[in-house]
């Protein structure tokens, strides 16, 4: 099984620090990627996915794949205490079976 | 509309029991996955049914297995528990246009003891 790589952290930032999450991918295939959030005790909510190179917007948040260096980075402008969440991203490798990363844990204080 | 639901949302069992879980996928949804999650090794597929067909499946000892209903509700059962079982088991649906985007429930949190 192909791994996705992530820095566990805690990452502490204080509100209103841009945030940059990073996950790297070892499969070099065409793939789709996806980036979910977790708070304790809930399920993952999916963020945002993206197919190929480059960037994609979603207010606050963008998605950046550089499939050169097979690198993931999740951005978050403006961060608020309510982005206080465990950050997984997923890669979509063995058809509809996604493999995850561990997580990071994102820590924001007001 | 309605999210995926899970039940139960917490379980305690004893080592070798067997135990069932139950998953809802959103309507209109036909793709049901199930992972299971634990601090150490965080999110594992465990296996994906589509139209009462398991379809993929991860690499978990056979004592783990699951079904689909024709009205696209799971279940997953373990048997012979043991204490490594203990875990957050989630359910995620997907629709037939859009089976890579999967949508999870909150989960169902099994204690083994």
């Known amino acids: 099984q192909k791994e996705v790589e992530q820095d566990p952290g805690p990452l502490s930032v204080p509100e209103g620090a841009i945030v940059s999450l990073n996950c790297t991918y070892s499969n070099s295939a065409f793939q789709y990627f996806m980036w979910y959030r977790q708070y304790s005790r809930k399920g993952p909510e999916l963020l945002m996915y993206t197919y190929s190179s480059g960037n994609k917007e979603d207010g606050r948040f963008t998605a950046q794949v550089d499939k050169s260096s097979k690198y993931i980075t999740l951005f978050i402008r403006d961060s608020q205490p309510s982005d206080s969440a465990t950050y997984l991203c997923?890669?979509?490798?063995?058809?509809?079976?996604?493999?995850f990363g561990k997580g990071t844990t994102l820590s924001v204080s007001s | 509309k309605a999210g995926v639901t899970q039940t139960p949302r917490y379980l305690i069992k004893t080592r070798g029991q067997q135990v069932t879980l139950s998953c809802s996928p959103i309507?209109?949804?036909?793709?049901v996955s199930w992972y299971q999650q634990t601090p150490g090794q965080g999110l594992q597929f465990l296996f994906e049914?589509?139209?009462?067909?398991?379809?993929n499946k991860g690499n978990f000892p056979g004592r783990f297995s699951g079904r689909q209903f024709s009205n696209s509700r799971s279940e997953m059962n373990v048997s012979t528990l043991e204490l490594g079982d203990s875990a957050l088991y989630l359910c995620?649906?997907?629709?037939?246009?859009?089976?890579?985007?999967?949508?999870f429930g909150p989960g169902t949190r099994l204690t083994v003891l």
């Open positions: 995620a649906s997907s629709s037939e246009s859009s089976v890579d985007t999967q949508y």
């Open positions: 049914y589509f139209s009462e067909t398991q379809r």
């Open positions: 309507s209109g949804h036909r793709s």
């Open positions: 997923a890669d979509n490798q063995a058809g509809t079976a996604l493999i």
